[in-house]
């Protein structure tokens, strides 16, 4: 699909990944709507986007904000051509803490740490695929949806609802690949390494840094914009269908 002049929305779009993604289909021509519950970044994020972007404040994770995000994109630019469903959160932990002297078990992981993330990063994009879809089908316009997994998700230690989370939004991209390319929707995954975004550069201590690098084969984190290239190119590139790419630097879990 050629960028220019399509409708792309972004979730999440106000910091990080999204923001650079948002950013980068503006230059490439396209009328972009950015999606984010952090309504101070929203408006900061609109004058670096620059072009024709429209700012709405919406929680993916709520199915009514959702579809009142969507309605507003309709009435503004007609119609949707493309989502990247990038929204997300992360909060680690363990699953269960054990006390080193009596050997039971001392903490366990809230169930509200678990719903957290699975609300935001697969309930989130639950709903704003789902709309996405119906939209562009409604609208009788050709499209691609682009999920934002993780290489979490083949299980990483201290990450058990991100992980859960990532892993299903690859499972998505292969579900809804091949339920919605007959309505002309290509539906597919990215699933990056360690990206230098807020998520995880916020609490970063230094010797962590130099720990993270020592795990990735070219030796640093992605930038952001490499992440919004590789969205790009599957927006693009219309035999990408139904699969999962991995900017990670070489970094496998
Ligand atoms: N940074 C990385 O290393 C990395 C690696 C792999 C995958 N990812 C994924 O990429 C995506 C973007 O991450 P990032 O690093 O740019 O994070 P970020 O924290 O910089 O940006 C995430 C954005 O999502 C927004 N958001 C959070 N909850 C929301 C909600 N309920 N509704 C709407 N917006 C919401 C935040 O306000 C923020 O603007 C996430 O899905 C993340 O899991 C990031």
Known sequence: MEVKNKVVVVTGGASGIGLSTAKLLAESGARVAIFDVNEQALNEAVSVIGGDCLAVCVNVANEASVSAGFDRVVERYGGIDAAV?????????????????????????????????????????????????????????????????????????????????????????NVWGKELARFGIRVASVSPGFIETPMVMKDMKPEMLDKFKKMIPVGRLGRPEEIAHAIRFVVENDLICASDIEPSGGMSL
Do not use: H
Not at 92 to 105: E, P, Q, S, Y
Not at 111 to 134: H, P, Y
């Open 85 to 173: 469903l990038n929204a997300g959160i992360l909060r680690d932990g363990l699953l269960i803490r054990v006390d080193k002297d009596t050997g039971k078990v001392k903490g366990k992981m809230p169930l509200e740490q678990w719903q957290a993330v699975i609300d935001v990063n697969l309930t989130g994009v639950f709903l704003t695929g789902r709309e996405a879809a119906c939209r562009m089908v409604d609208c009788g316009r050709k499209g691609v949806i682009v999920l934002l997994s993780s290489i979490a998700k083949k299980g990483n230690m201290g990450q058990t609802p991100y992980s859960a989370a990532k892993a299903g939004v690859a499972a998505l991209a």
